[in-house]
């Protein structure tokens, strides 16, 4: 089992930023993929990015294009979604997952684990 724990959410600012981060234990060597996805009230749960854990290599959604990225601290066993520029329709709760068996899926469905999301609120 792998446990996440995001943090790092809060109020800002149209044009603001944040970093969230997501802590992993547990069976850590297990992992392949961290991703990020957000979730809006009344919407879809979205793939934002993810990165190869041990590869780092890096796939990302088009709406995460420019504004967002990601990285890890394998030492740390975290990994950290920066976001700028933020926008009122950025607004939602952000989700990291883990997935032991697929390499940087943009499927929900793909992910093993999931932490309890942060949310994010971008007021205008």
């Known amino acids: 089992q792998v446990q996440l724990v995001e943090s790092g959410g809060g109020l800002v600012q149209t044009g603001g930023s944040l970093r969230l981060s997501c802590a992993a234990s547990?069976?850590?060597?297990?992992?392949?993929?961290m991703g990020w996805f957000r979730q809006a009230p009344g919407n879809e749960r979205e793939f934002l990015l993810a990165?190869?854990?041990?590869?780092?290599?890096?796939s990302y959604a088009s709406s995460a294009s420019g504004r967002f990225s990601i990285s890890r601290d394998n030492a740390k066993n975290t990994v950290y979604l920066q976001m700028n520029k933020l926008q009122p329709e950025d607004t939602a709760v952000y989700f990291c997952a883990a997935a032991a068996a697929t390499y940087y899926s943009h499927t929900a469905q793909s992910y093993d684990y999931w932490g309890q999301g942060t949310q994010v609120t971008v007021s205008s």
């Open positions: 990165i190869g854990w041990k590869t780092g290599d890096i």
């Open positions: 547990g069976r850590t060597s297990s992992i392949v993929t």
